[in-house]
């Protein structure tokens, strides 16, 4: 495992030239100086948070942005890797292959849900929308008073900040892609 250090200083040096921005106008912005910002830079010194603090507050970045690893452009999520949630004594299945994250306002999963399956879930925060697209089978969808059933090829949009159900009222297993879509 890489030290944070070495992170940081990796993370700081890529910032400061994405930026286009020189040692110097980095100490300004966050008054360290010019000195520590360069020996930061070179992963000759280990900041103290308040320093990190300093640099992340100076540049308008997260603290996160100087201390976590950077994610790849590129992300191969497999599905042997991917545990899924249950409920309904196993018959509704969730697979989260993207979950939310301060970087993003969406989730992203697939469902299956065996015939007869059930799932009742609470509001979510207001403003969230759930986009679904049903690959296999048939799916009832309960918001608020109002039933909607969707097939196969045929998507769904609705928002989620009310209480919400699905149902597989189908003969066979309904398989779907779920996308939350979470307000700014």
């Known amino acids: ?31 360290v100086s010019k000195t520590m910002v360069g020996q930061i830079e ?24 100087l201390v976590n690893n950077p994610q790849p452009d590129t992300k191969i999520v ?7 949630l249950s409920e ?9 292959h993207f979950p939310f994250g301060d970087d993003k306002r969406f989730e992203v999963y697939s469902v299956e849900i065996e015939k007869g399956g059930f799932l009742s879930a609470d509001s979510h925060l207001e403003g969230t929308e ?3 697209t049903i690959f296999d ?17 045929d998507s769904i949009r609705f928002k989620a900040d009310r209480p919400h159900s699905y149902h597989n009222s189908g003969e066979t297993l309904t ?10």
């Open 1 to 31: 495992m890489q030290e944070i250090h070495l992170i940081i200083a990796k993370n700081l040096k890529a910032l400061r030239e994405t930026k286009k921005l020189s040692l110097e106008k980095v100490a300004e912005l966050t008054g």
């Open 42 to 65: 070179r992963g000759e010194s280990a900041p103290t948070i308040t320093t990190i603090w300093k640099i992340a507050n100076g540049l308008k970045i997260s603290f996160t942005a």
């Open 130 to 132: 759930e986009l679904l």
């Open 78 to 84: 497999l599905g042997s890797d991917i545990q899924p």
């Open 137 to 153: 089978g048939e799916l009832t969808v309960r918001v608020n008073n109002d039933e909607h059933t969707v097939k196969s090829g």
């Open 175 to 184: 398989r779907l892609s779920m996308v939350l879509y979470y307000p700014t």
């Open 88 to 96: 309904d004594n196993g018959k509704y299945r969730v697979y989260p």
